[in-house]
């Protein structure tokens, strides 16, 4: 069976997709034309079609296979993002402020090329295949959103891959063990005492205290955790101060962490508090801490889907394609599917020096792709599903 030939026969498909999507994007759980679309195309190809409620967008395509077997779920991410395009593209976003800049697009085209392949050939393999086009990745709430109605249920293995810049678009990576970290957030509210700026002693600043704490949680990273392990606690936002001549008596930060470390993540929210609360106590002021886990760690640990899926690149394209890729400290909800069943999460390379903006980072405003690399994409996809339901 030559997946090769047939996800280059499609070639066209996948790229008006891709094309159609980023002209039409749509931010997190607001993905309904998105979704529309989508259930259209699997219609179209006679796919049985399933979505979800309470009003959730997204849905899950189902083909089976010729007798009973396992099931294996593929996942494509469908937001967008709040970034205004600046790529000149002829097919660039037709809603201002709104652009498909992490790729998304790419991930829908390439799961709709091998739903159509998959769908094709549902005679020659066993089991079943769930097509799961996910909302909400970017707010990392539809993974869950979804797994509380269900879309995990029965399922026995799950797949999904990232467009990058990272490496060229003649390039794929499969590898194993950690491959995104643990993104976690959190506000903190610090309450002084106002009183006139020529009489601070008055007072209680906020403010000043504030200071102290940034400083206090950066010991976390640099003096509790394992060096050898990385860890991030940022303060992304601070607001506080009412006018230049009064001491404040409210600041309220907002911040993330990033870890690989799950049980050095379940320690960090204690950390923040204790830390937080006794600078605060130390300058007259109290602090409070709300604190929400998000997405966990993306780990490769099955390292026979590591093998099924790098075993489909050497059939495809050669060992050659196959490249290494240094963890990165972005997050995914995927990890959450991860945590219901084993998985296997890669990326796909698509950077050309003779496509301007293919170089640049996922969510910059002038962030494209080499469409070439989604031939291979959904190609591999394809291959990686008979591979593991025929248990090669």
Known sequence: MDIRRKAKNIKDYIIEMRRYFHQNPELSLEEFETTKKIIEELNKMGIEVSTFKNGLTGCVGTIKGAKEGKTLLLRADIDALSVLEKT????????????????????????????????????????????????????GMGAKLAIEQGVMDNVDACYGVHVTPRFASSKINMQYGERMAATDVFKLTVEGVSSHGSSPHLGHDAIVASGAIITGLQTIVSRINNPLKPAVVTIGTIKGGQRFNIIANEVVMEGNIRTFDENFRKEIENYIREISESIAKAHGCTAKLEYRYGTGVVINKDKNLVDIAQNAVKKLYGEETLVEMEKITGGEDFSLLMEKVPGIFGYIGTKNPNIPGSEKINHHECFTVDEEALIRGTAVATQFTVDYLEGK
Request: aromatic fraction near 8%; glycine fraction near 8%.
């Open 88 to 139: 000149n593209l002829e097919f660039a976003s037709k809603v201002k402020g709104k652009m498909h800049a992490c790729g998304h697009d790419c991930h829908i085209a390439m799961l709709l090329g091998a739903a159509k392949i998959l769908n094709e050939i549902k005679e020659s393999f066993s089991g079943t295949i769930k097509l799961f086009f996910q909302p909400a990745e970017e707010i």
